[in-house]
């Protein structure tokens, strides 16, 4: 019997089922007293921010207690005020409505992400969604509510704008990444370093207006409100932590920092003046390796990771890694080192030469943009 690419789709359905069930039998584990916990969070800090300051969002001797008090563990509030603001209009609805509003917006944010990113047409792109989903880290960003979704779409829609020769509204666009830095911060300075000079200018401007804007309504204050909360909540039993200073020793964290910068560079440097799919893939591997705090379920940023290096029309072996990846970040819970060695030789691996040949050396509508 032939094997077919309708075998192909059966099996991926199959399994995705079966990942879909291992997805609902995980939620026993993250039950929270209250439904959406990250969702609440900000639910919260924009309630006490309209009504008595935004500095108060900050304050774990304000914050906690009240969060506390619903969610039944402390949660403080560590993003840029900006999310607060964003998820303002929605605190003035009962929690339970809002939540699903939420919801709803995070899954046309993942529509979004998926349309712009993951390659292939009809039935080949419906796969790549239906995989992500059932991904656990991605599942369990839509139960907790957690903005590392909307970073997703906001990075997707940057590379489609980019691609397209938009840099300078692909820079803006990417400037929501202040909504939760730490999950593609690499980005920008892996665009600049790929010659895309105009996308970080833009990008640097309008994250300079966004952070002056969130300095003055939070005070100076913020710094010593957040370092206060850090410390409360140290030790404290939470999701598993994925980066390298939470998973090893520090001086060994320090040296796989620097080899995974090392790395990343060399990757994007090769890549300089092309496309910009693998320069922010890999920016968006090294990141999630590098950052101090990267929770298990934003591990959504690598899923768009795959996506834009399967827009590239990589070699059959680096189809095999990608299999690899896909398997470790579902486990990631359980074995967290592995899922961090699994994107190491996934990021080393874009060092040789992953794509078809000549598959990247075509002209493409930004090619102007790379040169500034």
């Known amino acids: 019997m032939r094997f077919t690419s309708r075998h192909l789709t059966v099996g991926v359905i199959a399994a995705s089922l079966v990942l879909a069930l291992c997805d609902v039998l995980w939620l026993d584990t993250y039950r929270y007293a209250v439904a959406s916990p990250d969702f609440f969070v900000y639910y919260l800090a924009a309630q006490l921010g309209s009504a008595h300051g935004w500095t108060v969002i900050y304050d774990p001797s304000i914050f906690l207690p009240a969060e506390r008090a619903v969610v039944g563990r402390p949660l403080p509030y560590l993003n840029p005020p900006e999310l607060a603001w964003l998820v303002l209009p929605l605190s003035w609805l009962p929690y339970a409505i809002a939540a699903w509003i939420w919801k709803a917006i995070l899954a046309a944010a993942f529509i979004v992400a998926w349309s712009l990113a993951a390659p292939g047409r009809r039935s080949a792109k419906m796969l790549y969604g239906v995989t992500a989903v059932v991904l656990l880290p991605v599942f369990i960003s839509f139960f907790f509510g957690q903005v590392s979704v909307l970073i997703v779409a906001v990075v997707a829609g940057s590379w489609w704008l980019i691609r397209r020769d938009q840099p300078w509204v692909a820079g803006l666009t990417l400037s929501l990444l202040i909504l939760k830095p730490q999950l593609a911060f690499l980005v920008p300075p892996a665009l600049l370093l790929a010659g895309f000079g ?110 834009l290096v399967l827009q590239t029309r990589p070699r059959r072996w680096q189809w095999l890694i990608l299999f690899g990846v896909y398997v470790a970040l579902d486990l990631a819970p359980i074995w967290p080192v592995l899922t961090i060695a699994a994107l190491g030789v996934w990021l080393v691996s874009l060092l040789m030469p992953w794509a078809a040949p000549n598959a990247l050396d075509q002209p493409v509508t930004q090619a102007g943009t790379a040169a500034a």
Do not use: C, K
């Open 198 to 307: 105009r996308v970080f200018v833009s990008w640097l401007l309008g994250t300079a207006v966004l952070g002056a804007a969130a300095l003055l309504m939070v005070g100076p204050s913020v710094f010593s409100h957040v370092a206060r909360s850090l410390a409360l909540i140290q030790g404290v039993p939470g999701p598993v932590q994925l980066s390298l200073e939470r998973q090893f020793p520090l001086p060994i964290a320090v040296i796989g920092i620097a080899i995974v910068l090392l790395a990343a560079g060399a990757v994007v440097l090769r890549a300089r003046g092309r496309d910009p799919s693998i320069p922010m893939a890999a920016a968006l591997i090294a990141g999630i390796l590098v950052s101090p705090y990267i929770n298990f379920y934003d591990l959504s940023a690598v899923v768009l990771a795959g996506w």
